[in-house]
């Protein structure tokens, strides 16, 4: 799962015990390697991180998910189909967020974690920091729920990544077939949060 997806499952400010450290994690952990430097954060923070490796695990791993990576796959995407997987799959969030998260507008959930990254911008991975920057400023999140905001994430990631052109093509394999994808997604979502639900504050 991709930006949105982590962010959304991280809990809520209201019911989750260190929320915002949860966040911090979760979307820190896309930049932290190795165990030195997960322990060199607090305690809840970590907390985030491991979320975060929980996630992309149990996400990697299952069977509806590996039949739109296979499908990806046989539309020329190779290696990156998971990639796209991923990022087609937080369109499909973004695109129904009030379906998938009614108690708040996609706008508002994405201003309302700007800010708290912003503030806490320091405690993020250097190479995350400027990435948050330019997410920040052309407000990626929002940006999801669009056919062209899919197109130019994919985009923008094709020239950035090594072997990474045909990441290009991306957006339209995906919208392609826009229907199956659709329907794993909403098969794969309510398994992915129930995922997540019994393991949050346990030793993931």
Excluded: C
């Excluded at 979307?27 to 809840?44: C, D, I, S």
């Excluded at 959930?109 to 920057?133: G, I, V």
């Amino acid at each position: 799962m991709n930006f949105l997806a982590h962010l959304l499952l991280s809990g809520s400010p209201a019911t989750t015990p260190d929320y915002a450290d949860i966040v911090v994690g979760n979307f820190a952990a896309e930049a932290v390697r190795g165990r030195a430097q997960v322990l060199a954060y607090p305690a809840a923070v970590q907390r985030g991180i491991r979320l975060h490796r929980f996630i992309d695990s149990f996400t990697d791993a299952h069977p509806i998910v590996r039949r739109s990576t296979a499908r990806l796959r046989e539309a020329g995407l190779g290696k990156w189909a998971g990639v796209v997987a991923d990022m087609g799959y937080d369109h499909l969030l973004a695109r129904d967020f009030a379906g998938f998260h009614p108690a708040e507008p996609l706008p508002a959930f994405a201003q309302r974690h700007y800010a708290l990254l912003q503030a806490r911008r320091h405690e993020l991975p250097e190479r995350l920091q400027h990435m948050f920057q330019y997410m920040r400023r052309d407000d990626w999140l929002t940006g999801y729920a669009q056919p062209a905001g899919l197109h130019r994430a994919l985009l923008g990631l094709s020239r950035r990544v090594p072997s990474g052109a045909v990441l290009a093509t991306g957006a339209a394999a995906f919208l392609g077939e826009a229907e199956a994808y659709e329907a794993d997604f909403r098969e794969f979502w309510p398994e992915l949060r129930e995922g997540v639900e019994e393991n949050m504050f346990t030793d993931m």
